[in-house]
T-cell receptor
Framework: DAKTTQPPSMDCAEGRAANLPCNHSTISGNEYVYWYRQIHSQGPQYIIHGLKNNETNEMASLIITEDRKSSTLILPHATLRDTAVYYCIVRVNNNDMRFGAGTRLTVKP | GAVVSQHPSWVICKSGTSVKIECRSLDFQATTMFWYRQFPKQSLMLMATSNEGSKATYEQGVEKDKFLINHASLTLSTLTVTSAHPEDSSFYIC???????????????FGPGTRLTVL
């Protein structure tokens, strides 16, 4: 059973912010929200993760709603190299990680 | 930090032969390593979890006698596909979770993947 729901695809103009939504309405209190991305024919790349508070790092920002049932990954200034499949994952336990279908983000010139 | 490598990056083999894929954590010790496979246009599917010094735990539907996993050290896990057949052709990806002192202990870091083609 999928624990997260993401739109299958999104487009974004180069230089603009890319906002990728994720629904995780059945998330448990001790489960983190993780975001990875996979560029074609490569292994997934870790982006960011969070529990309750919003998080920001050099790659992206993660906004988690107060009820924790959804989150948004924000790439502030998308570039062509950000074209990838983005996975939102809710951890089953400290180690287990299950991938859904993800969102295919296409950044267009 | 937290770099995971895989070798080889791609391999082509004949049906019936065995293929070994190595996964190494380069700058941290990995208490746990994971093996995934990914068919074209599909998502990653977890195959097995291996902990250093103990037997791997396989996901339902994954044949443990076909996909042999060895995690002999804190920096190396190997996946051997035995008696490979064309339907085993896939992209195999490993990941590792650092122990103390290497990145976030809750984050999995992924290797670049190994593309296996069985003729």
């Amino acid at each position: 059973d999928a624990k997260t729901t993401q739109p299958p695809s999104m487009d974004c103009a180069e230089g603009r912010a890319a906002n990728l939504p994720c629904n995780h309405s059945t998330i448990s209190g001790n489960e983190y929200v993780y975001w990875y991305r996979q560029i074609h024919s490569q292994g997934p790349q870790y982006i960011i993760h969070g529990l309750k508070n919003n998080e920001t790092n050099e790659m992206a920002s993660l906004i988690i709603t107060e009820d924790r049932k959804s989150s948004t990954l924000i790439l502030p200034h998308a570039t062509l190299r950000d074209t990838a499949v983005y996975y939102c994952i809710v951890r089953v336990n400290n180690n287990d990680m299950r991938f859904g279908a993800g969102t295919r983000l296409t950044v267009k010139p | 930090g937290a770099v995971v490598s895989q070798h080889p990056s791609w391999v082509i083999c004949k049906s019936g032969t065995s293929v070994k894929i190595e996964c190494r954590s380069l700058d941290f010790q990995a208490t746990t390593m994971f093996w995934y496979r990914q068919f074209p246009k599909q998502s990653l599917m977890l195959m097995a979890t291996s902990n250093e010094g103990s037997k791997a735990t396989y996901e339902q539907g994954v044949e443990k006698d076909k996909f042999l996993i060895n995690h002999a050290s804190l920096t190396l896990s190997t996946l051997t596909v035995t008696s490979a057949h064309p339907e085993d052709s896939s992209f195999y990806i490993c990941s590792a979770t650092p122990g103390a002192g290497g990145g976030s202990t809750d984050t999995q870091y992924f290797g670049p993947g190994t593309r296996l083609t069985v003729l």
